[in-house]
């Protein structure tokens, strides 16, 4: 197929359409990630639908001292890549086309939850996102739009302003696309030199520590609830065989169920490693909180049940990056 490319609101909203109209908004520089977005959408808008990936670079969402202006600008690579996984129309409008007149006065507040983690790491981002978002599902009108698990605190928070100012708008969830050593794709992996990206492998390897130390207390209480609160319990929770859980098992036999710090403490072992590296991981947060409101979920919590992120921010040089896995408390799990 053939991708159109276009510049002006006017020229999308000319087009006729026959079936539902899926939008895939990016900042360009596309990657294999962006690729699985706009593969999920063709998917979803099916044949008699219309895929569009928007490509904007939108200033109001970089604080004082980040990297607008040497932020990847690769229009005929994005639309090349656009163009293979399925997409009818990149729409890519100028500042002018997205903002007549210059830097809008009304704006999207992201309010508390956008203070937190992200929020407060770059004061001003989410209210700058969530206006471009706004402004580019008015000017795109799809029927659903797509985003990334990777950005977990701006999908949450995409999801909160729909359906606080009653946006006619599905919102889609696609799970984050890792390379093969668990590094997940970001635009920014371009910055990283080849020691730094050997550090910053350090974040995927964190969740995925915490994850287990989640998978293993999971397993212990599933069991735990099978067996008398005795010595016996404790015997049968280390015949699981899962060699991180039978190493403690007398301890986690006795520890609240889902135990946040324990899942903490095995992802900083991780972080603490990377930080006497060369050059070395700086960390900004790791957090594990609601998705529903990003609040941390604290040690207070005991009985916490039901969906988590475990997220994670930090600097390597002078790339920032972030990550999150999903985790589940509980039966549900």
């Given amino acids: 197929m053939t991708t159109t490319l276009l510049r002006t609101a006017a020229e999308l909203h000319a087009r006729t359409r026959d079936g539902r ?38 200033p109001l969402q970089f604080g004082a001292g980040e990297d607008l202006d040497r932020y990847p600008r690769t229009l005929d690579a994005d639309l090349k890549l656009a163009e293979q996984a399925g997409a009818d129309v990149v729409f890519a409008p100028s500042v002018d086309e997205v903002y007549p007149g210059g830097e809008p006065q009304v704006r999207i507040t992201a309010g508390p939850m956008g203070e937190r983690l992200e929020g407060s790491s770059r004061p001003g981002h989410f209210d700058g996102m969530l206006t471009v978002v706004a402004k580019l599902l008015h000017l795109t009108r799809p029927d659903l739009a797509l985003f990334g698990q990777k950005d977990a605190q701006q999908l949450a928070l995409i999801r909160r302003m729909t359906r606080d100012l009653n946006f006619g708008v599905e919102i889609v969830a696609v799970p984050t696309v890792r390379e093969e050593d668990g ?17 910053a492998l350090a974040l995927s390897q964190a969740l995925f520590a915490g ?47 889902g135990d946040p710090a324990a899942i903490r403490a095995a992802a900083l072992l991780v972080l603490d490693e990377a930080a006497r590296l060369d050059p070395p991981l700086e960390l900004d947060y790791l957090a594990l909180v609601d998705p529903s409101d990003f609040t941390e979920i604290t040690e207070l919590e005991d009985d916490f049940t039901g969906e988590a992120v475990l997220a994670v921010a930090a600097r390597v040089g002078t790339t920032r990056l972030i990550d999150n896995l999903p985790l589940t408390f509980g039966a549900a799990s």
């Fill in 211 to 257: 994850r287990d130390r989640h998978a293993a207390q999971e397993a212990l209480r599933a069991r735990a609830r099978q067996v008398p609160a005795t010595r016996a319990r404790a015997e049968a929770l280390s015949a699981i065989g899962e060699s991180r859980a039978a190493a403690d098992a007398h301890a986690v036999a006795k520890a609240a169920p």
């Fill in 21 to 58: 109209r899926a939008v895939v908004m990016t900042m360009g520089a596309l990657h294999e990630g962006h690729a699985t977005l706009v593969r999920t959408a063709r998917e979803l808008a099916g044949p008699d639908g219309e895929v569009v990936v928007t490509v904007f670079v939108n």
């Fill in 183 to 199: 590094l997940a794709l970001s635009s920014r992996n371009r910055y990283l030199s080849a020691a730094g990206r050997r550090t």
